[in-house]
């Protein structure tokens, strides 16, 4: 089975510009995760996903990031305008459908990462 | 509120030295722990979890964790430690939100295995 994947890889652009980052989920994955890790800062929680719908956004930075999962398959993560501070690898992760699984935990299988550099 | 910490940014070890990486953990409530690797140039991957059951938990690739409820600790163990095993761990508690799965990560430890 395919993995999470995730594009681009590294993106370089200047304080003002736009990025956008994609994920692919693992294919009938409905809980799609956004984490971002600032350099030698733990991983923290951005939003998740249950299919299209936002079921938690309380670790957005701010409004000028926007998340989207338009027919609950991938997600896209637009920062605009970029600054400084939004420098970082920016994970995203995905699990089966459903909430706690008979374990009481699905584990969550990340992506190799973007990594986010602002100039 | 959940939260983990891992005290060490950087663990050295001999190959073939066994190895901790430590991680404590602040829940309320049973907690479900995870470790994660994260090799160069690739996803965070998944090595373990605690749930439930036995204290100590067995890994990926000889990995194991033992599960300490007095200390709130669930330190990552290796009887023997390869240089392949160089990379970032980072330990993890699950937090409920909404009745789904959240992670809350700590700041990762790099471990690096010289020969």
């Known amino acids: 089975e395919a993995g999470v994947t995730q594009f681009p890889s590294h993106s370089v652009i200047e304080k003002g510009q736009t990025v956008t980052l994609r994920c692919d989920p693992i294919s009938g994955h409905d809980n799609l995760y956004w984490y971002r890790r600032v350099m030698g800062k733990e991983i923290k929680f951005l939003l998740h996903f249950v299919k299209e719908s936002k079921q938690d956004e309380s670790g957005m930075p701010n409004n000028r990031f926007l998340a989207e999962r338009t027919g609950g398959t991938y997600s896209t993560l637009k920062v605009q305008p970029a600054e400084l501070e939004d420098s970082g690898v920016y994970f995203c992760?995905?699990?089966?459908?459903?909430?706690?699984?008979?374990?009481?935990?699905?584990?969550?299988?990340f992506g190799a990462g973007s990594r986010l550099t602002v100039l | 509120a959940q939260s983990v910490a891992q005290p060490e940014d950087q663990v050295n070890v001999a190959e073939g030295n066994p190895l901790t990486v430590k991680c404590t953990y602040s829940v309320s409530g049973n907690p479900y722990l995870f470790w994660y690797v994260q090799y160069p140039n690739r996803g965070l991957q998944f090595l373990l979890k605690y749930i439930t059951g036995d204290n100590l938990v067995k890994g990926s690739y000889g990995f194991e964790a033992e599960f300490n409820k007095s200390q709130t600790s669930f330190h990552l163990k290796k009887p023997s430690a390869l240089v392949s095993d160089s990379a970032l761990y980072f330990c993890a508690v699950r937090r409920l939100s909404g009745g789904y799965n959240k992670l809350i990560f700590g700041a990762g430890t790099r471990l690096a295995v010289h020969p």
């Open positions: 992760a995905s699990s089966p459908p459903g909430q706690l699984s008979s374990s009481g935990a699905n584990v969550l299988t």
